[in-house]
C-alpha cells in the first residue's frame, strides 16, 4: 500500500486558515476526518456532544471557504456534509512564513487549535477509567526543550508524520478509541543576556 503524503491537501490560503482557525470548524473538520470523511450533522453532534442546531452555521462557513461539501444522503436521508478533496484525509497547512506570507493565519490558527487541545484535555481528566499511565496511556502534556542536530531534526519529523498519520485514520476493526494528537513545535531564538544577569 502506498504511503499517504499527509500535505497532499495542504491549504496556503490566509482566508481559508482563518476559517480554521474556530475551535468548533477545527473540531467538525477533524470529526469528519475521524468519521470517514463523511458524515450527517446528527452524527457530527452525537461525536462533539453539541445540538445539531448550533453546527450548521459552522458547516455552512467551510463549505463556503471550499473546504467542506453539502451532498445529498441516500433517499429520504438527511444530506450529508463530507470533506472536500479526496474527502478522507485529514486537512493540512501550508506555511508561507515570512513577510507576504500567511504567518497571522497560521498564528490564529495555532490559537484554536491549543483552545482545542485545552478543552479535550480537561474533559479528559474527568472521564472514569482514563489511562495515564504505561503503554496503553491516553492522555499526557508535555513541553520539552533541547538542542537537536541536523540528523535528530528528521528524526524529529518524521516521527510527527509518522503520528499525524496513526492519530487521523478512520474508525475501522481494531481502531475503537477515539483520541486526539496536537502539537506546537517550533524553533527557539537564543536569547542574549540581560545587563546584571550572569
Not at 474527568?126 to 541536523?150: C, F, I, T
Request: charged residues 25%; hydrophobic residues 40%; positive net charge.
Amino acid at each position: 500500500m502506498a504511503k499517504r503524503r499527509l500535505d497532499s491537501r495542504a491549504i496556503s490560503d490566509p482566508n481559508r486558515i482563518r476559517v480554521l482557525a474556530s475551535p468548533v470548524r477545527h473540531e467538525l473538520v477533524d470529526t469528519l476526518s475521524a468519521l470517514g470523511g463523511t458524515a450527517s450533522v446528527a452524527a457530527l453532534a452525537e461525536q462533539l456532544g453539541r445540538p445539531a442546531d448550533g453546527l450548521y452555521y459552522h458547516l455552512r462557513v467551510l463549505c463556503k471557504a471550499g473546504l467542506v461539501q453539502e451532498i445529498d444522503g441516500p433517499e429520504g436521508a438527511e444530506r450529508l456534509y463530507r470533506l472536500a478533496g479526496t474527502g478522507r484525509a485529514p486537512l493540512r497547512l501550508a506555511y508561507r512564513a515570512g513577510r507576504g506570507g500567511n504567518t497571522s493565519a497560521l498564528s490564529s490558527y495555532a490559537h484554536g487549535l491549543l483552545k482545542v487541545a485545552e478543552h479535550d484535555f480537561k474533559r479528559a481528566l474527568e472521564m472514569p477509567g482514563v489511562v495515564v499511565s504505561g503503554e496503553r496511556r491516553q492522555l499526557w502534556a508535555a513541553r520539552n526543550k533541547g538542542w537537536v542536530g541536523r540528523a535528530e531534526l528528521q528524526e524529529v519529523n518524521r516521527l510527527l508524520e509518522k503520528l499525524c498519520d496513526l492519530t487521523s485514520r478512520a474508525r475501522g476493526p481494531g481502531r475503537d478509541s477515539l483520541v486526539s494528537l496536537a502539537f506546537v513545535f517550533s524553533p527557539l531564538a537564543r536569547r542574549s543576556k540581560r545587563r546584571g544577569q550572569l
